[in-house]
């Protein structure tokens, strides 16, 4: 399967779960309850609240409490556009945390354990193909946001690849919670529209950066 049909698959796959998560909202027993109670828990604490956000959100990335929910408490508490900024960067400093630790703790193992062969083909499929299965995967909404987190911390992906990759993957789904968050049952049009600019925006960067790749590639 060619990297333009999963990277379709994907989109299309977001904006199902876009979809479904909006119709089904108002089913979910005691979801909306724990929306609240952490926007409450996140409005007591004033002018620390911003801050506070994101330590949760940095948080998630080691604690077993879903994230979903701090975002849909930052729309409604900051609106879509600022709850999104917050939340987004409380993922990629949560994100860059356990990449940190992953990397720093779980590559020296891993190595431990291939031969020269295997880490040889571990950083060509690094450099030619991990930047865009890491954008893939980040842009599934059912694949965990941690789990993703770690498993790039043990290739041979390099730093830059792993923000720009997470930071435009997370971003649709960002996005859509900011705007659930701040009228989780109404979504405005202009919401769908941020959606599809920030899909479009993604695509485009990639096929960009393909077509680079192929122009500096040398000629055999």
Known sequence: M??????????????????LGWWLWPLM?????????????????????????????????FLPFPSEIVALANGMLYGPLWGTVIT???????ASAAFAVGRMLGQ????????????????RWSREQGGRTLLVARLIPVIAFNLVNYAAALTEISW?????????????????????GDNVLNMPAWGWALLLGAVAATWLLLNRCRSGRHKRAPSR
Do not use: Q
């Open 160 to 180: 830059w690849t792993f923000l720009w990759a997470t930071g435009l993957g997370i971003l649709p789904l960002t996005i859509v919670l900011a705007v659930l």
């Open 108 to 123: 020296p193992v891993l190595r431990r354990f291939l031969s020269p062969h295997g880490r040889d083909g571990l950083v």
């Open 2 to 19: 060619s990297i333009t049909v999963r990277l379709v698959a994907a989109l299309i796959l977001v904006a199902a779960v876009c979809v």
């Open 88 to 94: 987004w960067i409380g993922a990629m400093l949560g």
């Open 29 to 61: 027993p005691g979801a909306e309850s724990a929306v609240r109670d952490v926007e409450d828990l996140i409005r007591s604490w004033g002018a620390w609240g911003v801050a506070g956000s994101i330590g949760l959100m940095v948080a998630h990335s």
